[in-house]
């Protein structure tokens, strides 16, 4: 029995606090979907809400993680995979159900989550050198993945004004046999963001 529970003693407080960053991007997947199913928007704010109180999970894990000292390979292996699902699926999840299920949105959303996932691969790898031996990274390479809170807040505005599905803002673009919601792109700058090596932002 002991053996079942091994793991979890080697988790310390901060990664509690990181699978609850876990738990609401799950969530936030699962009320997209619900919404999907049957059109109630009170699911899709719902799926919206669970994007900033992960962020505030995600604040919390680190700055407890800092001032318990209490820095591991396992906690930031653990951060990074928690926000892919809720700051990468989950607002690509999102806006599918809002109405980008174009072939070319598609294939942004595709390319945003790709982006989430090489941005925090390329964090992991890089954040031993970049941060010097201290405990802290004075820097982020591209924009943090937990920026896409904003996109999920858009999203949210769009629904709380009735222009989802077929009235999202700017319309569409057909391409050939293929359709492109001109609301994707935000998805497209925010994935491009992500992954650029040229932008540093100071980490607070």
Not at 1 to 7: G, L, Y
Not at 92 to 103: I, S, T
Not at 144 to 165: E, F, K, Q
Request: glycine fraction near 8%; charge should be neutral; aromatic fraction near 12%.
């Amino acid at each position: 029995m002991n053996k079942h529970f091994s793991m979890i003693r080697e988790f310390h407080l901060a990664d509690f606090f990181t699978l609850g960053n876990a738990a609401c991007g799950t969530l936030g997947v699962f009320f997209a979907m619900r919404y999907m199913s049957g059109l109630e928007i009170a699911d899709f704010y719902w799926a919206a809400v669970m994007a900033p109180f992960a962020f505030a999970f995600d604040v919390f894990d680190g700055r407890i993680a800092r001032a318990r000292q209490q820095h591991s390979a396992l906690g930031r292996e653990l951060d990074s995979l928690a926000d892919v699902i809720s700051f990468g699926v989950a607002p690509a999840a999102l806006g599918f159900a809002a109405g980008l299920q174009g072939a070319l949105d598609v294939l942004v959303l595709v390319y945003f989550v790709c982006c989430g996932v090489s941005r925090l691969a390329r964090y992991n790898v890089t954040a031993e050198s970049i941060s010097a031996g201290s405990a802290k990274v004075p820097y982020f390479e591209g924009t943090p993945i937990p920026t896409s809170v904003v996109l999920t807040a858009v999203l949210a505005s769009c629904a709380w004004r009735g222009a989802i599905g077929d009235t999202l803002p700017f319309g569409a673009w057909a391409l050939g046999p293929c359709v492109l919601h001109p609301l994707a792109l935000l998805f497209a700058l925010s994935g491009t963001l992500m992954i650029s090596k040229t932008l540093r932002i100071p980490k607070l």
